[in-house]
C-alpha cells in the first residue's frame, strides 16, 4: 500500500492512510509493529502506536496499553518483547528465552525491557483527549499508575543497584537502538559463544544490509545465552554482564518518563517524592556523560570504565529529557546546520542517526545511519523546549514528507529519503498522527 502514497494529496487522507495501516496491523491482542517483519507486541512500538490511535480509537489505544502491562514480571519489570499470539517465524522463539516462572502464566515474554516511554505516552494521552474523553483517560493514568511506577523502580533499582544515577543497559535491544555505533567498542569486547538453538530469521522480509550485521547478531545472542543461564535473576545478570552500558538515549527517555509519571502522580492526588528524587539524582549524574570536545553526551562502557565515541542521536535525546543546559543544546543545534555533522544534501532529510562524517555511518543500515520517525518526533520535542523552534519545524516537516511521500517504512536514508528495513512500519504510522496533529495546532 505505501507504494500507492501520493505526496500531494491532503493532509487528511494521509491521515487516513495511517489509520488504515495501523488498523491492517491489528492482530486483535495487540498492533504488529510491521506487517511482516515483527509479528508480536514490542514495549515501546506499544507506547507509540496507542499515543497515535489515541485521539482516533481511545478504547483500542487502552486496549493496546493494556496488553503491555499484562506482560509485567512479577518484579516491576515490563519486557520488550510480548508473545501474545504463541511462535512465529520470527527469532528469538519464545521458548529461546528460557523465562518460564518469571514471565505472567500463558503470557512468554522475552527477558529485557526497552526504553520507558509509556509514561510520557500516557500523559499525552490525557493532556491531548478532548474534554469528553478526558475522564476516562484520567480513570486509565489511574489503572495503570501502580505498574508503571512498579516498571520505573525495577530501572531505578535493579538496573543502578549502586545508587549512581543511571541505570544501565545489559544488552543493545535495552536500548531500541539496536546496532548503533556507540555501542561498537562496547560489544567487541564481549566474545560470542555460537548459542546452538539459534539461527537468524530477520533477513527474508528485509535486505541483509539493512539489518545488523553477523558480528552484531552473534553478540546480541550470545549475551541472552549468559542471562538465560543465570535465571534471569537481576543481581546476578547485572554482576556477570559481558555488556554494561550508561546510555544516554535510555537514561533521558527515563528522565523524560519520571518528570511525566510526577506529573500523572500530582494529577491524581498521588505522592510523587520518590519520582522527584530519580530526577535530581539523574540530572546530576547525566552531566558527566557531556563531552565538551566533540559537543556530545557520550555513553559510558561500565564494564571498561571508559567512554564510547559515536553518539550520534543519542545525544540528542538528551533535549527530549531537558537533560541539556542552554550551551549544550546549541551546541546539539550547531550540528544539524553542519553538512559534516546532519545537515542532509539537498534532496535529503533530517535527522541521521550518525554523523554524516563518522566512520561508522551507513545511510541504510539499520541504526548506524537512516531516518528514524521516532527520533525526528523526539528531537523536535526537545529543540522545541530548548528555544530552537525553526529547527523543531524542519524536523517535523522531514518527518512528515517521508511518510508522505514513500509510505511507512521502519526508516528512510538521510541523503536521498528512499526508504529502507519494514514496511508497514506502525510507529511510523501512528507518530505520523501525531506529528500532524502538532503542526496543526503551531499553524492553527
Ligand atoms: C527492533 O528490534 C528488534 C529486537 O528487539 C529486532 O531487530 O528484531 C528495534 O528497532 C526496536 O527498537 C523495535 O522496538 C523493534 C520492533 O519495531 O525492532
Redesign the pocket.
Known amino acids: 500500500m505505501s507504494a500507492e502514497i501520493d505526496p500531494d494529496v491532503p493532509s487528511d487522507d494521509a491521515a487516513s492512510r495511517a489509520l488504515a495501516q495501523l488498523r491492517a496491523n491489528d492482530l486483535g491482542a495487540f498492533v504488529r509493529?510491521?506487517e511482516r517483519q515483527?509479528p508480536h507486541q514490542?514495549?515501546?512500538?506499544a507506547a507509540l502506536i496507542a499515543l497515535g490511535l489515541a485521539p482516533h480509537d481511545p478504547d483500542r489505544a487502552r486496549h493496546e496499553v493494556r496488553a503491555l502491562l499484562r506482560g509485567a514480571w512479577a518484579d516491576g519489570m515490563v519486557p520488550?518483547?510480548l508473545y501474545h499470539l504463541g511462535p512465529s517465524d520470527y527469532r528469538p522463539a519464545p521458548s529461546f528465552w528460557r523465562t518460564e516462572g518469571r514471565h505472567p502464566a500463558g503470557l512468554p515474554t522475552s527477558g529485557l525491557s526497552?526504553p520507558p516511554i509509556l509514561a510520557s505516552c500516557l500523559l499525552r494521552m490525557h493532556d491531548d483527549a478532548s474534554e469528553r474523553d478526558r475522564p476516562a483517560w484520567r480513570a486509565f493514568l489511574d489503572e495503570t499508575f501502580d505498574a508503571v511506577l512498579a516498571w520505573h523502580r525495577w530501572w531505578h533499582r535493579d538496573r543502578d543497584p549502586a545508587q549512581r544515577g543511571l541505570v544501565a543497559l545489559l544488552h543493545p535491544?535495552e536500548s531500541?537502538?539496536?546496532d548503533a555505533p556507540r555501542f561498537a567498542d562496547a560489544l567487541a569486547r564481549v566474545e560470542p559463544r555460537p548459542v546452538p538453538d539459534f539461527e537468524r530469521a530477520?533477513r527474508v522480509h528485509v535486505a541483509a544490509a539493512e539489518r545488523?550485521s553477523d558480528d552484531d547478531y552473534a553478540r546480541f545472542v550470545h549475551l541472552i545465552g549468559v542471562y538465560r543461564e543465570l535465571a534471569w535473576r537481576p543481581k546476578a545478570i547485572f554482576a556477570a554482564a559481558p555488556f554494561r552500558v550508561l546510555d544516554p538515549f535510555l537514561n533521558a527517555i527515563l528522565q523524560r518518563a519520571d518528570a511525566d509519571l510526577a506529573r500523572i502522580a500530582r494529577l491524581l492526588g498521588r505522592p510523587a517524592d520518590e519520582l522527584d528524587a530519580w530526577q535530581d539524582a539523574t540530572r546530576h549524574a547525566y552531566a558527566r556523560l557531556w563531552n565538551d570536545e566533540t559537543g556530545t553526551f557520550d555513553a559510558w562502557d561500565d564494564r571498561a570504565g571508559t567512554r564510547l565515541g559515536s553518539s550520534g542521536i543519542a545525544s540528542f535525546a538528551a533535549l527530549w529529557g531537558r537533560l541539556a543546559d542552554r550551551r549544550q543544546a546549541t551546541r546539539l543545534h550547531d550540528a544539524l546546520d553542519d553538512p559534516t555533522g546532519y545537515a542532509p544534501p539537498a534532496g535529503g532529510a533530517l535527522l541521521a542517526t550518525t554523523r554524516f562524517d563518522d566512520p561508522a555511518f551507513a545511510p541504510r543500515r539499520y541504526?548506524r545511519g537512516p531516518v528514524w520517525i521516532v527520533t525526528n518526533w523526539m528531537a523536535a520535542d526537545g529543540f522545541d523546549a530548548a528555544g530552537y523552534p525553526g529547527a523543531a519545524a524542519r524536523l517535523r516537516r522531514d518527518a512528515l514528507e517521508l511518510t508522505e511521500r514513500h509510505g511507512f517504512w521502519?526508516h528512510y536514508d538521510p541523503r536521498d529519503g528512499t526508504p529502507g528495513g519494514a514496511s508497514g512500519f506502525s510507529?511510523s504510522a501512528a507518530l505520523s498522527l501525531v506529528l500532524r496533529r502538532g503542526t496543526k495546532a503551531v499553524t492553527a
Request: no cysteine.
Open positions: 509493529p510491521a515483527y514490542w514495549n515501546w512500538d520488550h518483547i526497552q535491544w531500541g537502538t539496536d530477520d545488523p541504526w521502519e510507529w
